[in-house]
T-cell receptor, first 112, second 110 residues
Framework: GQQLNQSPQSMFIQEGEDVSMNCTSS?????WLWYKQDPGEGPVLLIA?????ELTSNGRLTAQFGITRKDSFLNISASIPSDVGIYFC????????????FGKGTKLSVKP | NAGVTQTPKFQVLKTGQSMTLQCAQD?????MSWYRQDPGMGLRLIHY???????DQGEVPNGYNVSRSTTEDFPLRLLSAAPSQTSVYFC?????????FGAGSRLTVL
């Protein structure tokens, strides 16, 4: 089946540093989404991308829909302790009722 | 506006027991789904529904049943729980490609 490769698996950074994570797929996707999951909670949508090349920001977060439609990245600038959590990419290639496929997540730890 | 509500939040079962995880949404979304989350595995789709009376299997459907009698509710049933079903379960509803998740149900099968 379809798979998303998300990297890195985990990151340990100092408060104030910038963070970058990405997802790649073997198939062309028509939607890319980025979610964040806080401990003990469900994932919450951060950014949704719908067009190749689209660059969208949400506060200190910026995400891009790759030109090839097979990748996406998420950047977090000037990290703060509340950025801690698991970040998931998700994509929709249009098949199987438009079900979303999720990456395995990037676990972010921020040291004050 | 509650969004997606899941109950119970925690449950411990013995092998072979049955139970139902409840999910309700108040956003009038046609699409609802169940995912399980295991360490290092991300979120995997169990079952989904595109509307009342319609359900279909996802990536990991074995051992789970679902039904969709109303737009609001989408319960997940474990007929005979197994230790391999120990996981965190998330219900989600969707509009325009965007999933809204519940807070999760943590299930332990002994």
């Amino acid at each position: 089946g379809q798979q998303l490769n998300q990297s890195p698996q985990s990151m340990f950074i100092q408060e104030g540093e910038d963070v970058s994570m990405n997802c790649t797929s073997s198939s062309i996707f028509n939607t890319w989404l980025w979610y964040k999951q806080d401990p003990g909670e469900g994932p919450v949508l951060l950014i949704a991308l719908y067009k190749a090349g689209e660059l969208t920001s949400n506060g200190r977060l910026t995400a891009q829909f790759g030109i090839t439609r097979k990748d996406s990245f998420l950047n977090i600038s000037a990290s703060i302790p509340s950025d801690v959590g698991i970040y998931f990419c998700a994509g929709n290639y249009g098949g199987s009722q438009g079900n979303l496929i999720f990456g395995k997540g990037t676990k972010l730890s921020v040291k004050p | 506006n509650a969004g997606v509500t899941q109950t119970p939040k925690f449950q411990v079962l013995k092998t072979g027991q049955s139970m139902t995880l409840q999910c309700a949404q108040d956003m009038n979304h046609e699409y609802m789904s169940w995912y399980r989350q295991d360490p290092g595995m991300g979120l995997r789709l169990i079952h989904y529904s595109v509307g009342a009376g319609i359900t279909d299997q996802g990536e990991v459907p074995n051992g789970y049943n679902v039904s969709r009698s109303t737009t609001e509710d989408f319960p997940l049933r474990l007929l005979s729980a197994a230790p391999s079903q120990t996981s965190v379960y998330f219900c989600a509803s969707r509009e325009a490609n965007v999933l809204t998740f519940g807070a999760g149900s943590r299930l332990t099968v002994l």
